[in-house]
């Protein structure tokens, strides 16, 4: 039990705040290591930074990119691919373009889960976000705008944001609490060098996002077909032959059994089962979360710009249990309730483990990886995997489900191609990460180097 006595003034300058949670929270320790830093503490408000929320609208959705503008929920920034396929119309664009995020601003989430920060690159553009989260518009005259992000997505920027968040069962903070939040003013060298790991890491991400849209609209031009309303007949023969004669009308009338019925009609092809030496699943088992171990991530973690999570299973468990282990190369395929999000396993990702809710898809030695992850993360290979799913509230799929996903060959030359795309993009990708990584633990470092006894 965490026990502080607190007075006065504690409660004045924060508010009024009497509640333990925040009298008693991690910030509170965090702030005095801040205080302990010999540099002029300096407030977002006071960099000259715009920092500011939107207003509640209602949203008007469409159904394709020509008549709408792509939008992005507050849990949408954090991701590796922002691509959401939501669009919203047009005839809103005028009244929501101060919505409209822009190249190198922050922003973080402030509602339910709150203090996820992002640094915006040219690929969130002409993106539309919600209301519901803060953006900072930063200016370069006192603070690097790629410190002030490495800062706040630090634990210290964290515990900051999280520490006056306010509500009962949904936690919220607004746009004064980030203006009141203070960070040492480091010499300027310092500051560049974190800006210049984050710049890097911006750009990077931003060539690697170019190479995978490419890969992508290469295989959707190849392979794609406009949907076409299906005859809501099936004949009986199709029902039995069919994988466990499945009945239902999505599997045979979908615009998701058009995609399949026309590329195994028109194109040459192998299952995934033929490509793959194995695709599973570990068993469902009882985790041993500790303070100190291997980071666990979930299907929902797996997808984030940089996966983490603050879930570590023990190392004595991870040693009885290796089927949680990844390794580069396998690729990973969400297979419950949110069913065909796909990642490629790089560096990052294979020292962590992974859910049992996460199929795992082992190549073969001579498949060319970079191409099969290009058909199975492309909107082609979501259908192709989404047609199998089965249950009625939480959809699933299995691994004989995913055995029977066809993956249309082209000539070498071409799938030589698509393959170095992928090749690009994983390799730009994993150097991001290790350098906003890198960035973070900088800055971290100099802060507790002034705490050492």
């Given at each position: 039990?965490?026990t502080?006595?607190?007075?006065?003034?504690?409660i004045?300058?924060?508010?009024f705040?009497?509640?333990?949670?925040?009298?008693?929270?991690?910030?509170?320790?965090?702030?005095?290591?801040?205080?302990?830093?010999?540099?002029?503490?300096?407030?977002?408000?006071?960099?000259?930074?715009?920092?500011?929320?939107?207003?509640?609208?209602?949203?008007?959705?469409?159904?394709?990119?020509?008549?709408?503008?792509?939008?992005?929920a507050?849990?949408?920034?954090?991701?590796a691919d922002?691509?959401?396929?939501?669009?919203?119309?047009?005839?809103?664009?005028?009244?929501?373009?101060?919505?409209?995020?822009?190249?190198?601003?922050?922003?973080i989430?402030?509602s339910?889960?709150i203090?996820?920060?992002?640094y915006?690159?040219?690929?969130?553009?002409?993106?539309?976000?919600?209301?519901?989260?803060?953006?900072?518009?930063?200016?370069?005259?006192k603070?690097?705008?790629?410190?002030?992000?490495?800062?706040?997505?630090?634990?210290?920027?964290?515990?900051?944001?999280?520490?006056?968040?306010?509500g009962?069962?949904?936690?919220?903070?607004?746009?004064?609490h980030?203006?009141?939040?203070?960070?040492?003013?480091?010499?300027?060298?310092?500051q560049?060098?974190?800006?210049?790991?984050i710049?890097?890491s911006?750009?990077?991400?931003?060539?690697a996002?170019?190479?995978l849209?490419?890969?992508?609209?290469?295989?959707?031009?190849?392979?794609?077909?406009?949907?076409?309303?299906?005859?809501?007949?099936?004949?009986?023969?199709?029902?039995?032959?069919?994988?466990n004669?499945?009945?239902?009308?999505?599997?045979?009338?979908?615009?998701?059994?058009?995609?399949?019925?026309?590329?195994?009609?028109?194109?040459?092809y192998?299952?995934?089962g033929?490509?793959?030496?194995?695709i599973?699943?570990?068993?469902?088992?009882?985790?041993?979360?500790?303070?100190?171990?291997?980071?666990?991530?979930?299907g929902?973690?797996?997808?984030?710009?940089?996966?983490?999570?603050?879930?570590?299973?023990?190392y004595?468990?991870?040693?009885?249990?290796p089927?949680?282990?990844?390794?580069?190369?396998?690729?990973l395929?969400?297979?419950?309730?949110?069913?065909?999000?796909?990642v490629?396993?790089?560096?990052?990702?294979?020292?962590?483990?992974?859910?049992?809710?996460v199929?795992?898809i082992?190549?073969k030695?001579?498949?060319?990886?970079?191409?099969?992850?290009?058909?199975?993360?492309?909107?082609?290979?979501?259908s192709?995997i989404?047609?199998?799913?089965?249950?009625?509230?939480?959809?699933?799929?299995?691994?004989?489900?995913?055995?029977?996903?066809?993956?249309?060959?082209?000539?070498n030359?071409?799938?030589?191609?698509?393959?170095?795309l992928?090749s690009?993009?994983?390799?730009?990708?994993?150097?991001s990460?290790?350098?906003?990584?890198?960035a973070?633990?900088?800055?971290?470092?100099?802060i507790?180097?002034?705490?050492?006894?």
């Amino acid at each position: 039990m965490k026990t502080n006595i607190i007075n006065t003034k504690s409660i004045l300058p924060n508010s009024f705040r009497f509640d333990p949670s925040f009298h008693l929270s991690e910030a509170i320790i965090l702030g005095k290591d801040l205080d302990n830093v010999p540099y002029e503490k300096i407030s977002i408000k006071d960099t000259n930074s715009k920092v500011f929320l939107g207003n509640i609208f209602s949203r008007i959705f469409v159904k394709d990119k020509e008549h709408g503008i792509p939008y992005l929920a507050a849990s949408d920034t954090v991701l590796a691919d922002i691509n959401t396929g939501r669009f919203l119309s047009k005839k809103q664009s005028k009244e929501l373009a101060y919505l409209m995020l822009k190249k190198d601003w922050i922003v973080i989430t402030c509602s339910g889960t709150i203090g996820n920060v992002t640094y915006t690159n040219s690929t969130f553009e002409n993106h539309i976000a919600t209301h519901d989260l803060i953006r900072i518009v930063p200016n370069d005259e006192k603070i690097l705008k790629g410190y002030l992000y490495a800062f706040l997505s630090s634990k210290y920027g964290y515990n900051q944001l999280t520490q006056s968040r306010f509500g009962g069962v949904v936690k919220h903070i607004n746009a004064d609490h980030v203006n009141g939040i203070t960070l040492p003013l480091f010499p300027e060298p310092f500051q560049k060098e974190v800006d210049d790991l984050i710049q890097e890491s911006a750009r990077l991400r931003e060539e690697a996002t170019e190479a995978l849209e490419e890969a992508h609209t290469l295989i959707e031009d190849k392979f794609g077909v406009s949907a076409k309303k299906k005859s809501s007949c099936v004949s009986i023969s199709s029902i039995r032959s069919s994988h466990n004669k499945r009945f239902e009308a999505f599997y045979h009338t979908s615009e998701n059994r058009n995609i399949y019925d026309y590329i195994i009609q028109n194109f040459k092809y192998k299952t995934l089962g033929d490509l793959t030496s194995k695709i599973f699943r570990p068993g469902i088992f009882k985790r041993e979360y500790v303070a100190d171990g291997v980071t666990f991530l979930g299907g929902a973690d797996i997808l984030m710009q940089i996966p983490d999570s603050e879930k570590k299973l023990s190392y004595r468990q991870v040693e009885k249990m290796p089927e949680l282990k990844v390794k580069r190369n396998w690729i990973l395929v969400t297979c419950g309730g949110t069913i065909g999000n796909t990642v490629i396993i790089d560096g990052q990702l294979e020292k962590c483990v992974i859910s049992q809710h996460v199929m795992r898809i082992v190549p073969k030695d001579e498949v060319l990886k970079g191409y099969l992850y290009a058909v199975l993360s492309s909107k082609i290979g979501h259908s192709l995997i989404t047609m199998h799913s089965t249950g009625s509230v939480i959809p699933q799929i299995e691994s004989h489900h995913l055995e029977l996903v066809p993956v249309p060959i082209l000539c070498n030359e071409e799938m030589l191609y698509i393959d170095g795309l992928i090749s690009t993009y994983v390799e730009k990708i994993e150097i991001s990460k290790e350098k906003e990584i890198k960035a973070k633990f900088l800055v971290e470092q100099e802060i507790e180097k002034w705490n050492k006894n």
